[in-house]
Nanobody
Framework: VQLQASGGGPVQTGASLTLSCGVT????????MAWFRQPPGMEREFVAH???????TAYADSVKGRFTISRDNANTMYLQMNGLKSEDTAVYYC???????????????????WGQGTQVTVSS
């Protein structure tokens, strides 16, 4: 499985941005997909998860109501980000893995495949 993240860039506070993650490889190796982010000088953290087959989603409290994770009918996952704040500044990574139990879907170690990251910088 290979992941290619794109769509990051510099934006102003309150703006919107959509990240994309192109996925190639075996479908059974990417049943669960997610976005994580790593703010400057901080640990990588969970942002959002989507179950590829059912499209069920879950979000970190810090982005709930502002971010939307989705996927198309082909091989791309998205992260629509609205109302961006300075604290959303980070490198955003997409990740994929074979079946992951619900309780582990927010854990970095649960994901086997990672994209290269795309930088999002939010400034006032």
């Amino acid at each position: 499985v290979q992941l290619q993240a794109s769509g990051g860039g510099p934006v102003q506070t309150g703006a919107s941005l959509t990240l994309s993650c192109g996925v190639t490889g075996r479908a059974d190796s990417r049943q669960d997909m997610a976005w994580f982010r790593q703010p400057p000088g901080m640990e990588r953290e969970f942002v959002a998860h989507i179950k590829w087959a059912s499209r069920n989603t879950a979000y970190a409290d810090s982005v709930k109501g502002r971010f939307t994770i989705s996927r198309d009918n082909a091989n791309t996952m998205y992260l629509q980000m609205n109302g961006l704040k300075s604290e959303d500044t980070a490198v955003y990574y997409c990740a994929a893995g074979p079946y992951i139990i619900t309780s582990q879907r927010r854990s970095i170690s649960s994901y086997k495949y990672w994209g290269q990251g795309t930088q999002v910088t939010v400034s006032s």
